[in-house]
């Protein structure tokens, strides 16, 4: 395997015991949500160029969930700045 960085390593080149110990330090948990709540998180902390691409990768995509949120992304680039 080739590495692109000097500092990479490969599993394989760890210690015998390396991944054992790893899996040791695992810790699983279960959460119930109560009340769960969401948050608009989309676009909304870039620049216009960046956005419209976005919306354009969007649309070009050809399935219709991914054009009716790049149309949601504009609406709300246009709610918050006045334009798109």
């Not at 394989?12 to 949500?33: M, Y």
């Not at 909304?44 to 969930?65: F, V």
Request: proline share 6%; glycine share 10%.
């Amino acid at each position: 395997m080739m590495r692109e960085h000097p500092f990479a390593t490969i599993v394989s080149d760890a210690p015998e015991d390396f991944v054992p110990r790893q899996l040791k330090g695992l810790v699983g948990f279960e959460s119930v949500l109560q009340e769960p709540k969401g948050v608009w998180k989309v676009s909304q902390n870039t620049m216009s160029p960046d956005r419209m691409g976005g919306q354009a990768g969007l649309r070009s995509s050809g399935r219709d969930e991914d054009k009716e949120l790049a149309e949601r992304v504009q609406a709300r680039a246009m709610d918050r700045t006045g334009s798109q």
